[in-house]
T-cell receptor, first 113, second 115 residues
Framework: DAGVIQSPRHEVTEMGQEVTLRCKPI?????LFWYRQTMMRGLELLIY????????DSGMPEDRFSAKMPNASFSTLKIQPSEPRDSAVYFC???????????FGEGSWLTVV | DAKTTQPNSMESNEEEPVHLPCNHS???????IHWYRQLPSQGPEYVIH???SNVNNRMASLAIAEDRKSSTLILHRATLRDAAVYYC????????????????FGAGTRLFVKA
C-alpha cells in the first residue's frame, strides 16, 4: 500500500489566496484526521471523519477553514482566505477498523506570505 | 480527554537503553496507552500500544504501571536514528459515539542521542 498520500508537499502562497490541501487515505481505512503542526502549538487535531462524515470539527480554528470528504478515497482541507498565521505543516492521517494504528502522511508544508 | 505528562526532553548515549516516562493519572479503564514518534521532517509514526500488560515489539517495549497511572517506553539500544519526538497518548476505543477515536497529541519528549 502506498500509505496516506498528501498534496501538495510544499506550497507558498500570498495572504488572501485560497489554499486547498488534498489527502488520499489508505484504502479501507474508515477514519480520517486532519492535524496542523506549528512550533508554538504543537500537533493540533483540526477535524476528523468517520465513513466520510465529519465527527468532530471543534479543532477547526475559524470559519476560514473547511474540510470535506466527498468519498472514501479523497479529502480536502481548504483555507480561504489564507493568512500568514496559517503557515504550518498540515498532516492527514487515517485509522482502520482495528482502532490501533494511525498512519500519517508526509505532510503539506504551507507558507503564507 | 485524559491527558498525559511527559518531560520536554531527554538525552541518551548511542547503544544504551532509554526509558521515556509518561504520566497519565486520570486514565480511564477504557483508555489504551499509545506511543508514537516523529522523526525530523516526517509525520508521526506508530511505535507501540497497550492496555494493562507490558508489551514488546521489534521497535520497543512498553511497561505499564500496575495502577495504569504511568507508563514507560523502553528503547533497548538507542541509535542515532531514534532521535525524535516521542508522544504518549491515550485513546478511548469504545467507539465513535463516545468520541473514542479522537486522538490528541501533547508536546511529547524530544529525545537526543549522542554518538
Amino acid at each position: 500500500d502506498a500509505g496516506v498520500i498528501q498534496s501538495p508537499r510544499h506550497e507558498v502562497t500570498e495572504m488572501g489566496q485560497e489554499v486547498t490541501l488534498r489527502c488520499k487515505p489508505i484504502s479501507g481505512h474508515d477514519y480520517l484526521f486532519w492535524y496542523r503542526q506549528t512550533m508554538m502549538r504543537g500537533l493540533e487535531l483540526l477535524i476528523y471523519f468517520n465513513n466520510n462524515v465529519p465527527i468532530d470539527d471543534s479543532g477547526m480554528p475559524e470559519d476560514r477553514f473547511s474540510a470535506k470528504m466527498p468519498n472514501a478515497s479523497f479529502s480536502t482541507l481548504k483555507i480561504q482566505p489564507s493568512e500568514p498565521r496559517d503557515s504550518a505543516v498540515y498532516f492527514c492521517a487515517t485509522l482502520g477498523d482495528s482502532g490501533n494504528t494511525i498512519y500519517f502522511g508526509e505532510g503539506s508544508w504551507l507558507t503564507v506570505v | 480527554d485524559a491527558k498525559t505528562t511527559q518531560p520536554n526532553s531527554m538525552e541518551s548515549n548511542e547503544e544504551e537503553p532509554v526509558h521515556l516516562p509518561c504520566n497519565h493519572s486520570t486514565i480511564s479503564g477504557t483508555d489504551y496507552i499509545h506511543w508514537y514518534r516523529q522523526l525530523p521532517s516526517q509525520g508521526p509514526e506508530y511505535v507501540i500500544h497497550g492496555l494493562t500488560s507490558n508489551v514488546n515489539n521489534r521497535m520497543a517495549s512498553l511497561a505499564i504501571a500496575e495502577d495504569r497511572k504511568s507508563s514507560t517506553l523502553i528503547l533497548h539500544r538507542a541509535t542515532l536514528r531514534d532521535a525524535a519526538v516521542y508522544y504518549c497518548i491515550l485513546r478511548d476505543v469504545r467507539g465513535v459515539g463516545t468520541g473514542g477515536f479522537k486522538t490528541i497529541f501533547g508536546a511529547g519528549t524530544r529525545l537526543f542521542v549522542k554518538a
